[in-house]
């Protein structure tokens, strides 16, 4: 919940930022008004995975060995799923639904909570799931192209969509010593694990771009597009940044 606090603040300030720049005619035909301000935190997120992020990174890799980090992955992963199960429910997909249940109960259980994915190896992989997506599927359109600091493209559906997902989350409601520091070093790991997973794509497709951020905004619509329609994304999935 609080990270829905955030990203409403997140989303107030670049709205007054954004309002003081004019618009050009194409940026208006490529739904996206506030592309120079846009822009600028494009640069900025860039840099910090560049400066921060990849460092940090480079750390990771040194200090934990690639097993520990797979356990990482799985383990956020399975904590995540509860959010992806009530999405699944939300479109009516009987099948995804049960699958994610599976998944859930089969990894927190034999997969030590999470940490091996068993339930993969089993015939039940992962898919992910949230409310934008949820709400795209509802009929609401993505609105004008936004792009957060740290954060990095979220339009106006899909930033709804990241705040109720918070409410999805059981441990945003649970209450027990320790939540906070729980929480943070769940956040803390998180961050490091989409860096990890999705770093080398991310150089990819910045070497391989001209215009990195209309790319990367191009990638974006496609994938969200694609997941909307219930298919899988044609393009690699952008990369957090």
Known sequence: MRASVGNARALALCLVLCSCSTPSAQSLADRDPWEKTNRDVFAFDVWVEHNIAEPVNDAYRAIIPKPAREGIHNATTNLHEPIVLANDVLQGDGDQ?????????????????GLIDVAAKIG????????????????VQEGSYLVLPLI???????????????????????????????MFARGAL?????????RDQFD???????DFY????????????????????????????
């Open 190 to 198: 998180r961050i490091a694990d989409t860096v990890d997973q999705t």
């Open 204 to 210: 990819s497709i910045e070497r391989s771009s001209l």
């Open 214 to 241: 209309a790319t990367t905004r191009n990638l974006y619509r496609q994938s969200r597009a694609a997941r909307i329609r219930g298919e899988a994304a044609t393009n690699a999935e952008l990369p957090d940044l």
């Open 124 to 139: 039940m992989p992962h898919h992910s799931n949230d409310f934008g997506i949820t709400l795209g599927k509802a009929g």
């Open 97 to 113: 639904a049960a699958n994610t249940l599976g998944r859930i109960v089969v990894n927190s259980t034999i997969g030590i909570a």
């Open 152 to 182: 990095g493209p979220m339009p106006p559906r899909d930033l709804v969509g990241s705040g109720v997902d918070g409410f999805f989350d059981p441990l945003s409601w649970a209450r027990f010593n320790g939540k906070d520091t729980w």
